[in-house]
C-alpha cells in the first residue's frame, strides 16, 4: 500500500450557490477545504476577499440545546443499552430530513425548559426547607414573628450556644437593666433559643450587653404569624412543588420514545456545524466566494461530477515541492494493513513524501505480538473480544484495535499449538486432578525448556527486521539520488554481516574483510578534511554499539513469552495445591485472566517499542497532516450512502 496522492482544488463560485455546493460536498466526503491562501497572498485580492458568515455561532448553539435535552432525557428516562451494541443505520434522505429536525428541535426546546422548571423547584424546596429548619427551634413560641413588643415593652428572639449558661445570659442583660426578663423557647445540642422582654429604651443596651456572653439576636423578615403558623405553610409549598416536580418528571419521561429521534438530531446538527465550521474558512465577495483544498487524486472524477452541476470555475493542481510540509497524509489500507493505522497514527502520521509504513510493519508486528503472547487460550480470546468489538461497527482507533485483537489473536494461537500453550499447562493440571495420569500438549518447542534457542531465534527475527527496514531506506536514496550514502550507509553494512556469517560458519574471512574495508572507505570517500579520520571512528563506533543495542532489544521477545507462560504456570500450580477441581478452575482463571490482561497490554507497548523504535528509525520521516474531509459526522448513527 502507499500514500494516497493528492489533488490541490481552487473553486471560484457564486455566492447564492455557496450553502448548497458545500452541501453536496460535504454529502461527498472527500475534500478538505480551507483559505484560498493562494488568493490572499495577493494584496488586490485579499483587499477585495472578506471572511464568510455561515451561522457557526448559531449552529453550535442549536447543537447545544440538543445536547442539553439529551441529557436531561439519560437523567429522567435512561434507556438501557446492550453492551457493544451498533449504532442504527439511517438513510441519508432520512438523516437530510429538516423538517424531523425542527420538530426535534422544538421537542429539545421544551425539554430544556421543563429542566430549568425542575431547577427552579429544586431551589425554592431547598430555600423552603432551610426556612423551616431555621423556624424549628421557635416552633413552640406563641407569638406572632413580626410582634415587635408593646406601647412601653420591647420583644427580641436571641440565642447562644448550647454550652453557655442561661445564668450568665440573664446576669449579662441584667447588668444593663433589671427591667428584663428571658423565656426559654427552646434547646439543643447547638443552641438555646429565648425570647428577651425588655422597656423599649433598655432593649439596646440589653442586646449589647448579652452579646459579650456569645448572644446572636434572631429575626426573621417578612414573616407574619406564629413560627408554627409558618412552617405549616411551607410545608403545604413544599407539597404544591412535589407535585409540580413530578408532572415535570412525567412529562420528560412520556418522551422516552422520542429520544432516538433527538439522537438523529443532535448528528444532524452536528454535521451543520462541521459545514458552517467549513464555510467560514472559505472568502468571497458580495457575488462570488473563494474556496481551496486537497482532494485524493482517485477521487478528482467524483469532484469534478459535483462541481460541474454549479456555475463555477475550478481546477486541479499537483501540489509544488513547497507544498508537501502542508499537503494532507491518507493512507491506502487493505484489511490486512488498515488496523496498524493504530500504531501509526499513535506514533506520527508519515510525511507527504515518506513512506507508508503499515504494510511493512503488518507481518512484524502480528508475528511478534503473536510470539510474545504464545498461548492459545489467550489467542481465543483475543479472537472473541476481536469479533465482539467489531459487531458493534467502531470507528476510529476502537476500529482499528478490533482488527488488531482478530489478526493478533490468530498469531497467538499459531504460536501457542507451536510452544504446547492453553492458558499455561491448564490442561496438564486437569487431566492429572482428574485422572492422575500425565498429559501434555505436543509442542516443537516450549518457553521453559528451550529458552536459549527461543533467545537466539528473538534476535535473528530482530536481525530481519532491522535488515528490511535498512532495505527500505536503501531504496529510498537510491530514488532519491543519493547512491553514495545508499552504498556507505546500508550496503557497506550488509557486507560486513554477511561476512560475520561467514566466518561464524567457517568458511572465509574475505567478505568480513571487505565490508571493514568498506566501512573504513566510506568515511573517506565522503568526509572532509579531518572529518575523514574522525569519521571512520564515528561510524564504527555508533554502528556497531547501535546495532548491537537494536538487536539485543529483540530479546523482549524470549522474556515476554517466558514470563507469560511462567506466571500462567504458577497460578495453575497454586490451583491445583488443594487438589480440588472447582478450586482449580476457579484460581486458574482468575489468574490466567490477570496475565491475559497484563501481556495484552504489556506485549502491545513493547511491540510499537520495536517498531517505533528499532524499525522506523532506519527509514521512516514522519510530521504528515491527517486528511479530514468535510463529510456528515456522527456520534449516534450510521449513515448508509445512497
Not at 55 to 77: C, D, I, N, Q
Not at 82 to 98: I, M
Not at 124 to 149: C, F, H, M, N, Y
Not at 167 to 182: C, K
Request: charged share 20%.
Amino acid at each position: 500500500m502507499a500514500i494516497v496522492k493528492m489533488k490541490k482544488l481552487r473553486v471560484i463560485a457564486l455566492r447564492d450557490q455557496r450553502d448548497a455546493l458545500m452541501d453536496q460536498l460535504q454529502r461527498l466526503g472527500c475534500v478538505e477545504v480551507h483559505e484560498p491562501e493562494d488568493m490572499l497572498s495577493d494584496p488586490e485580492a485579499a483587499e477585495l476577499l472578506r471572511p464568510e458568515r455561515a451561522g457557526l455561532t448559531e449552529a453550535r448553539g442549536r447543537e447545544a440545546e440538543m445536547g442539553s435535552a439529551l441529557r436531561v432525557m439519560a437523567r429522567y428516562a435512561p434507556e438501557k443499552h446492550k453492551l457493544l451494541a451498533a449504532r442504527p443505520l439511517v438513510s441519508e434522505a432520512e438523516f437530510l430530513d429538516g423538517a424531523a429536525l425542527e420538530k426535534d428541535l422544538d421537542l429539545a426546546r421544551k425539554i430544556n425548559d421543563w429542566e430549568s422548571q425542575l431547577r427552579r423547584v429544586a431551589a425554592d424546596e431547598s430555600r423552603l426547607r432551610d426556612e423551616i429548619e431555621s423556624l424549628r427551634p421557635w416552633e413552640a413560641l406563641d407569638v406572632p414573628l413580626e410582634t415587635a413588643g408593646t406601647k412601653t415593652c420591647a420583644l427580641a428572639l436571641a440565642n447562644v450556644p448550647a454550652a453557655v449558661d442561661m445564668e450568665a445570659v440573664a446576669d449579662a442583660a441584667e447588668s444593663a437593666t433589671e427591667a428584663v426578663q428571658l423565656v426559654l423557647v427552646s434547646q439543643d445540642e447547638q443552641q438555646k433559643c429565648f425570647l428577651v422582654i425588655a422597656m423599649k429604651g433598655d432593649m439596646g443596651a440589653v442586646m449589647d450587653a448579652m452579646r459579650s456572653v456569645g448572644c446572636t439576636p434572631v429575626s426573621f423578615p417578612g414573616m407574619t404569624g406564629t413560627a408554627r403558623d409558618n412552617i405549616d405553610q411551607r410545608r403545604r409549598q413544599l407539597e404544591e412543588l412535589d407535585v409540580r416536580r413530578r408532572d415535570l418528571e412525567s412529562a420528560i419521561t412520556q418522551e422516552r420514545g422520542r429520544t432516538a429521534d433527538l439522537r438523529l438530531s443532535c448528528d444532524r446538527l452536528l454535521s451543520e456545524a462541521v459545514q458552517a465550521e467549513a464555510a467560514e474558512r472559505l472568502r468571497g465577495t458580495d457575488s462570488v466566494v473563494a474556496l481551496e483544498g486537497w482532494c485524493p487524486a482517485p477521487e478528482e472524477a467524483a469532484v469534478t461530477k459535483c462541481l460541474n452541476g454549479f456555475d463555477c470555475a475550478f481546477e486541479f493542481a499537483d501540489p509544488a515541492p513547497d507544498e508537501y510540509p502542508d499537503v494532507p497524509v491518507k493512507l491506502k489500507n487493505n484489511l490486512l494493513t488498515k488496523p496498524l493505522n493504530m500504531v501509526t497514527e499513535m506514533y506520527s502520521l508519515p510525511a507527504y513524501t515518506g513512506v507508508d509504513p503499515n504494510p511493512l510493519m503488518a507481518p512484524f508486528f502480528i508475528l511478534f505480538y503473536g510470539m510474545m503472547m504464545a498461548d492459545m487460550g489467550y489467542g481465543l480470546l483475543m479472537l472473541l473480544m476481536g469479533f465482539l468489538l467489531k459487531k458493534s461497527r467502531p470507528r476510529g482507533m476502537m476500529a482499528h484495535m478490533s482488527g488488531l485483537l482478530i489478526m493478533g489473536g490468530v498469531s497467538t494461537f499459531i504460536f501457542g499449538a507451536v510452544t504446547g500453550g492453553f492458558f499455561g499447562d491448564f490442561l496438564t493440571q486437569v487431566v492429572k486432578l482428574t485422572s492422575g495420569k500425565d498429559f501434555a500438549l505436543p509442542s516443537l518447542f516450549t518457553p521453559l525448556n528451550d529458552t536459549l534457542a527461543i533467545l537466539v531465534g528473538s534476535m535473528a527475527l530482530g536481525m530481519v527486521h532491522i535488515i528490511t527496514g535498512m532495505a527500505v531506506s536503501f531504496v529510498r536514496k537510491i530514488k532519491s539520488g543519493q547512491v553514495l550514502d545508499a552504498v556507505f550507509e546500508e550496503v557497506t553494512w550488509w557486507v560486513v554481516f554477511a561476512g560475520l556469517a561467514c566466518m561464524f560458519l567457517l568458511k572465509t574471512n574475505i567478505v568480513l574483510y571487505v565490508g571493514v574495508a568498506m566501512v573504513v572507505a566510506g568515511p573517506i570517500i565522503t568526509g572532509k578534511g579531518m572529518g575523514k579520520i574522525t569519521g571512520i571512528f564515528g561510524s564504527l563506533y555508533n554502528h556497531v554499539t547501535g546495532f548491537f543495542g537494536d538487536i539485543l532489544s529483540y530479546s523482549r521477545l524470549m522474556a515476554l513469552m517466558l514470563a507469560g507462560s511462567v506466571i500462567a504456570q504458577v497460578f495453575n500450580t497454586l490451583g491445583a495445591i488443594p487438589g480440588n477441581i472447582v478450586v482449580f478452575v476457579v484460581i486458574s482463571m482468575v489468574g490466567n485472566l490477570l496475565n491475559f490482561a497484563l501481556n495484552l497490554l504489556g506485549c502491545y507497548v513493547h511491540d510499537l517499542r520495536l517498531q517505533c523504535l528499532e524499525f522506523f528509525n532506519k527509514f521512516y520521516e514522519d510530521g504528515g497532516k491527517p486528511f479530514r474531509p468535510l463529510d456528515m459526522q456522527t456520534k449516534f448513527v450510521d449513515i448508509v450512502k445512497e
